[in-house]
């Protein structure tokens, strides 16, 4: 009988409506709890919790301590798969997190839900199957951290969160899911090519600040914000890798004082590619010594470049991870 290690975090999946105020929120007691042996007869469920917050109150060092978490409790059970519930709001920063640290072939599978799990037509109860469902497959292994919402998987490094409130939330745009998740059937499409670099680090508590780019962006405004102490800074340019031209300055300043300037685009999908040759052009940018991405959104690159600082990684170092996503 295989066995199953499920790591509550808390979020929408785990969360009631309160009757007095009709607002959602969070409980005493986790629900979820109750749906451990939910038509798994066929699997040893061990379930525990972690964390018991609403996902935009997890930090970098919640994520830290959620992965060293999950290493402790994998030697200790010897479990072959995890399940780990999350809030949606920022379950794609948080698997991510996990995605580059995690080392081991054995599955990880996150999920949460977009409906409380007492509202009548609640997607939870069938994410947290599948998500088991999941975890539990030969296939997933060695498949890296994957996401599983409204019977689809995805990988982390490629998922975001897409609609506010519908239940599907969740598209990987540039790569689609890597594979469907059903109550009989796990099915994989095709195989990752490569993992994230692996990533060693005792803290996230570098400064990382991301900043979306806009027409008009006021000089000032941009060269306030940075003044504070960063270790970094990624920017959400617009296009294929484009600024306003009232930021260069405020840029070439940071890259003079060896701040690693990380540009992604902010579009839905797509990367940022050295094109244009104006002020402010993703061509001159990559000259100066910007560092361009290869797909991965905005949150997720303020993640990496924390990870990549906190593992002492050089400037050319951050730059060959950031390429080879």
């Not at 830290?64 to 994998?74: D, E, G, P, Q």
């Not at 244009?276 to 959104?297: C, D, H, I």
Request: one cysteine or more; hydrophobic letters at 35%.
């Amino acid at each position: 009988m295989k066995k199953i290690l499920i790591l509550h975090t808390g979020g929408t999946i785990s969360m009631q409506e309160n009757k007095e105020t009709g607002g959602v929120t969070t409980t005493r007691t986790n629900p979820l709890h109750e749906w451990n042996q939910l038509a798994f007869n066929e699997l040893d469920i061990v379930s525990e919790d972690v964390l018991h917050l609403p996902s935009p109150h997890i930090t970098p060092a919640h994520m830290l301590r959620l992965y060293h978490h999950l290493n402790l409790r994998l030697e200790e059970t010897n479990a072959d798969g995890v399940v780990i519930t999350h809030g949606t709001d920022t379950l794609e920063e948080t698997s991510y997190a996990v995605e580059l640290l995690y080392k081991s072939n054995v599955p990880v599978v996150f999920t949460g839900a977009m409906r409380s799990s007492d509202e009548l037509s609640s997607d939870g109860p069938r994410n947290f199957i599948t998500a088991v469902r999941t975890a539990a497959s030969e296939d997933a292994r060695a498949m890296g951290v994957l996401v599983v919402m409204n019977e689809q998987i995805h990988l982390a490094k490629n998922v975001t969160k897409s609609h506010s409130s519908s239940i599907e939330a969740f598209q990987s745009p540039d790569s689609g899911p890597i594979g469907s998740a059903t109550q009989r059937e796990i099915s994989f499409y095709y195989k990752p090519c490569q993992r994230e670099q692996d990533f060693t680090v005792s803290a996230m508590d570098k400064k990382v600040l991301l900043i979306k780019t806009y027409a008009g962006m006021e000089e000032g405004l941009f060269q306030h914000i940075i003044s504070q102490a960063l270790d970094g800074i990624v920017i959400e340019a617009l296009g294929q890798g484009n600024v306003p031209p009232s930021l260069l300055p405020s840029i070439h300043s940071l890259l003079k004082n060896h701040i690693p300037v990380v540009l992604v685009t902010r579009c839905f999908s797509g990367s940022v590619h050295d094109v244009y040759s104006y002020e402010g052009g993703g061509k001159n940018l990559k000259e100066a010594g910007l560092v361009f991405t290869n797909g991965v959104n905005g949150p997720k690159a303020r993640l990496k470049l924390i990870a990549a600082l906190e593992s002492h990684f050089s400037i050319e170092d951050i730059r060959k991870s950031f390429e080879h996503h």
